[in-house]
């Protein structure tokens, strides 16, 4: 059920993360060149992550399947440098693929945090 939730929340956060992208490069389609809004959609797919987690706790897909990010103890929801190295650990190439082999995936173990259902 883990790597179900994971997932979803993997496929609603992608969802509304390109919908935004879209909606982005058409209203600044005229003021920034193609080979610039490649670099600012990287900018922004971390910062979704990163702002989120940073401000409620949650992506949007957490908040639909009703998870939450929290320590590796339980006992609180992470603080800026968890969330920071959970962000820049998904530049990792095998983050996506690292669900397969285990319960947690590389972002989870580098920041000493787990996924919960609340």
């Keep these: 059920m883990k790597k179900r939730i994971r997932l979803y929340n993997f496929l609603i956060d992608s969802i509304l993360f390109y919908v935004l992208i879209l909606v982005i490069s058409v209203l600044l389609k ?3 060149e ?5 670099y600012l959609m990287i900018l922004l797919y ?3 992550y ?4 940073l401000t409620i706790g949650q ?5 639909i399947t009703k998870t939450r990010v929290v320590t590796i103890d339980n006992s609180e929801k992470p ?3 968890k969330i920071f190295v959970r962000t820049i650990s998904r530049l990792i190439p095998i983050d996506l693929i690292s669900y397969l082999f285990s319960s947690n995936g590389i972002h989870d173990s580098l920041s000493k945090t787990k996924l ?3």
């Excluded at 193609?34 to 490649?38: D, F, G, V």
């Excluded at 992506?59 to 908040?63: M, S």
């Design 30 to 32: 005229e003021y920034v």
């Design 34 to 38: 193609r080979q610039n809004l490649k």
């Design 46 to 48: 971390y910062l979704y």
């Design 50 to 53: 990163f702002i989120l987690k």
């Design 59 to 63: 992506t949007i897909g957490k908040i």
């Design 79 to 81: 603080n800026f440098k």
């Design 116 to 118: 919960k259902k609340i």
